[in-house]
């Protein structure tokens, strides 16, 4: 783990890829769990001039580094935190990915961001 990523990268994320049976019903895998970070967003509404915000929100963004055969994709599912089965109802489904170039920092593993809905 890069020195930045050792610094920035303390939460735990689960995730799981997706294949899709005949009738396009997803069956879910875990694949692996990384040390990661995540900036959560909720779509905010306004009741009367008080802002409340909606449990089905925005766009939840995580970012971690990851360099092996088979990195996260549209489709997975990603949660905060470790589980050993199944995604639990908190699990989100991957939307986007970036893959960023830290060589300018001396680094040689990738940090990825991926969206999440």
Excluded at 40 to 48: I, K, T, W
Excluded at 62 to 83: H, Q, V
């Amino acid at each position: 783990m890069s020195t930045i990523a050792n610094w920035a990268y303390t939460q735990t994320l689960t995730f799981w890829s997706a294949t899709f049976d005949d009738y396009g019903q997803p069956t879910y895998t875990r694949e692996y769990t990384l040390p990661g970070a995540y900036a959560l967003e909720e779509a905010l509404r306004s009741d009367g001039g008080i802002p409340t915000a909606e449990a089905s929100g925005g766009t939840d963004t995580f970012y971690f580094e990851y360099l092996g055969g088979n990195p996260p994709r549209a489709g997975w599912m990603i949660a905060l935190g470790d589980f050993p089965a199944a995604p639990p109802a908190t699990a989100k489904k991957i939307t986007t990915r970036k893959i960023f170039d830290v060589a300018m920092f001396g680094e040689t593993i990738p940090d990825y961001q991926v969206n999440a809905v």
